[in-house]
Nanobody, 123 residues
Framework: VQLQASGGGLVQAGDSLRLSCAAS????????VGWFRQAPGKEREFVSSVGWNTQRTDYSDSVKGRFTISRDNAKNTVWLQMNSLEPEDSAVYYC?????????????????WGQGTQVTVSS
């Protein structure tokens, strides 16, 4: 599975962005997809994930209520809708996928990673 993240940019606090994660491979619909982010000098942290059948979604406490993850398996795409952005959300955002669907909040559980897209939120 190859992943391509896009949609980042420079926005002001309170604005919205929608990130996309486009995947190649027929088996993508079977994979759990997660979004992680990494700010300079910080560890990569879990943001959100969605299971293969979209029934299970998870969010970090810091984004719950502001971000929404969704997927369309027919389009091999996962989106992360980010609303009410805050300067603390500034980071490089990565999408990742795993087949097993376990430990979905841990980066080391994911076998495939996209290249990252920069999100910068100014105050």
């Amino acid at each position: 599975v190859q992943l391509q993240a896009s949609g980042g940019g420079l926005v002001q606090a309170g604005d919205s962005l929608r990130l996309s994660c486009a995947a190649s491979g027929r088996a993508f619909k079977s994979y759990t997809v997660g979004w992680f982010r990494q700010a300079p000098g910080k560890e990569r942290e879990f943001v959100s994930s969605v299971g293969w059948n979209t029934q299970r979604t998870d969010y970090s406490d810091s984004v719950k209520g502001r971000f929404t993850i969704s997927r369309d398996n027919a389009k091999n795409t996962v989106w992360l809708q980010m609303n009410s952005l805050e300067p603390e959300d500034s980071a490089v955002y990565y999408c990742a996928s795993q087949l097993r669907g376990v430990n979905n909040k841990r980066p080391d559980a994911y076998a495939y990673w996209g290249q990252g897209t920069q999100v910068t939120v100014s105050s």
